[in-house]
C-alpha cells in the first residue's frame, strides 16, 4: 500500500479527530476510544498529563478495569499501564505501583513488562535495593527477558556506586579522627609553648641557665 499525501492528511485529520473527541468530549468516547486518544495524544506531544488522567480514570471506571473481574482484561491492563504511565510521570509512583499491580492480577502473560515497569517506579520511589533484588528474582525468572538483565545490571551498578560513596565518606570521617587524635599532643605542646608553660622546654632551661648566669659565691 503507498501512502499518498491524502492518505496521509486524511490520517492525520482522523487522529486529530479522535483526539479531540476524547480531549473535548470524553463523555461520548469509550474506553477504547479514550485509551486510543490518550495514546494518540502522547504521541503528538500533548503534555497536559493531568487532563489525559482525568479521561483515564473515567476510561478505567466505565470499563470496571479495576475490579476483579472486568469484561475485558487485556483493555483493563492496557489502560491501568497507560494510567500507571501518566501517574508515574507527575511523580505518584505509589499509586502508579498500585495501577500495575492491579493489572498483573488480571493478565499473567503480561507479567514479565508490567513487573519491569513497577521495578523501575520502585526505584525511582526510593528503594533501590528492594528494587535491586526484585529485579534479580524477575530476571532469573525471565531469562530470556532482556529488560530484566539491563536493570538488574543498572542498578547493581549504582547500588555498588553509593556503596563505594558510602565506604568513602566512612573512611575520610575515621581518617579524620584518627588525625584529629594525633594532633591533639601537637596542639597541646605548640600552645604551652605559646604560654611558657612547657615541661620539657622547662627542664631543659635549667641546665642552660647554670651555665650562662654568673655562680653564686660560697
Known amino acids: ?21 476524547v480531549l473535548l468530549h470524553p463523555n461520548r468516547a469509550t474506553p477504547s476510544e479514550i485509551l486510543d486518544g490518550v495514546q494518540a495524544a502522547r504521541e503528538r506531544g500533548i503534555t497536559d498529563t493531568a487532563l489525559l488522567l482525568r479521561d483515564l480514570d473515567r476510561a478505567v471506571r466505565d470499563s470496571a478495569s479495576d475490579a476483579s473481574e472486568p469484561a475485558d482484561p487485556n483493555l483493563a491492563v492496557q489502560l491501568l499501564r497507560c494510567r500507571a504511565e501518566l501517574r508515574a510521570h507527575l511523580g505518584d509512583y505509589k499509586t502508579a505501583m498500585e495501577d500495575l499491580d492491579t493489572a498483573l492480577a488480571l493478565d499473567t502473560e503480561a507479567e514479565a513488562g508490567l513487573s519491569h515497569l513497577k521495578l523501575v517506579y520502585q526505584a525511582e520511589d526510593g528503594d533501590r535495593s528492594g528494587a535491586l533484588l526484585a529485579a534479580l528474582t524477575l530476571r532469573d525468572r525471565f531469562p530470556k527477558f532482556l529488560q530484566a538483565h539491563t536493570l538488574a545490571g543498572t542498578l547493581a551498578s549504582e547500588e555498588a556506586e553509593a556503596a563505594l560513596q558510602r565506604a568513602i565518606a566512612k573512611t575520610d570521617h575515621t581518617l579524620l579522627r584518627q588525625d584529629s587524635v594525633s594532633a591533639r599532643p601537637l596542639l597541646a605542646t605548640i600552645a604551652a609553648r605559646a604560654a611558657g608553660a612547657d615541661p620539657e622546654r622547662a627542664r631543659q632551661a635549667t641546665p642552660l641557665r647554670g651555665l650562662f648566669l654568673p655562680k653564686h659565691r660560697m
Open 1 to 21: 500500500m503507498k501512502w499518498t499525501t491524502a492518505t496521509l492528511a486524511l490520517f492525520s485529520v482522523g487522529t486529530l479527530l479522535l483526539t479531540g473527541k
